[in-house]
T-cell receptor
Framework: AQSVTQLDSQVPVFEEAPVELRCNYS??????LFWYVQYPNQGLQLLLK??????LVKGINGFEAEFNKSQTSFHLRKPSVHISDTAEYFC??????????????FGTGTRLTIIP | KAGVTQTPRYLIKTRGQQVTLSCSPI?????VSWYQQTPGQGLQFLFE???????NKGNFPGRFSGRQFSNSRSEMNVSTLELGDSALYLC??????????????FGPGTRLTVL
């Protein structure tokens, strides 16, 4: 079974500073990787995904993530954050299966707070 | 293209009652998944439907059930509500589970409060 670990439950960052949200996963088979963002009182919005190809993935709102297979990590980064980035961020994995894609497994989330 | 819609957005019930939540997927999407989100347990997978058939199920008691209609709309039902069922219930739709690059898109959720 796969699992996802988000190492930081809360990350405070000053506005215009860079940020990295960490995500590690464990799986005995290949996976697809996702980052979702959840703003207060809303559902989840897809930020970016890694399916195959280039290990550096660019998403919406200036976010990017790098897939590192040897370290089983998929950390999310943004070079300069804005107040509007205040939200909860979820990393998720999905097994690659010959029987059809398996369910998404989510990490526990990282609450990103931007300090003006 | 309209996103995933969920109704109602907010719901208050009392213990022992039952509740039905509805989800309309993005047009053309045939797979619908349901998740429960709570502060203590985070996001947990409930079940997934495709072509009116449940193809995947999480570790929830039988009080939680669902179904999917021929137009891909889905409902989930919780019977004999307990206080611990208070949560945000999220629905996600995708093209089809067999698609190798399948991506799930989420609705805004239904906030259920059990008193």
């Amino acid at each position: 079974a796969q699992s996802v670990t988000q190492l930081d439950s809360q990350v405070p960052v000053f506005e215009e500073a860079p940020v990295e949200l960490r995500c590690n996963y464990s799986s005995s088979v290949s996976v697809y990787l996702f980052w979702y963002v959840q703003y207060p009182n809303q559902g989840l919005q897809l930020l970016l995904k890694y399916l195959s190809g280039s290990t550096l993935v660019k998403g919406i709102n200036g976010f990017e993530a790098e897939f590192n297979k040897s370290q089983t990590s998929f950390h999310l980064r943004k070079p300069s954050v804005h107040i509007s980035d205040t939200a909860e961020y979820f990393c998720a994995v999905r097994l690659i299966s010959n029987f059809g894609n398996e369910k998404l497994t989510f990490g526990t989330g990282t609450r990103l707070t931007i300090i003006p | 293209k309209a996103g995933v819609t969920q109704t109602p957005r907010y719901l208050i019930k009392t213990r022992g009652q039952q509740v039905t939540l509805s989800c309309s997927p993005i047009s053309g999407h045939r797979s619908v998944s349901w998740y429960q989100q709570t502060p203590g347990q985070g996001l947990q997978f409930l079940f997934e439907y495709f072509s009116e058939t449940q193809r995947n199920k999480g570790n929830f008691p039988g009080r939680f059930s669902g179904r999917q209609f021929s137009n891909s709309r889905s409902e989930m039902n919780v019977s004999t509500l307990e206080l611990g069922d208070s949560a945000l219930y999220l629905c996600a739709s995708s093209l089809a589970p067999s698609a190798r690059t399948d991506t799930q898109y989420f609705g805004p959720g239904t906030r259920l409060t059990v008193l």
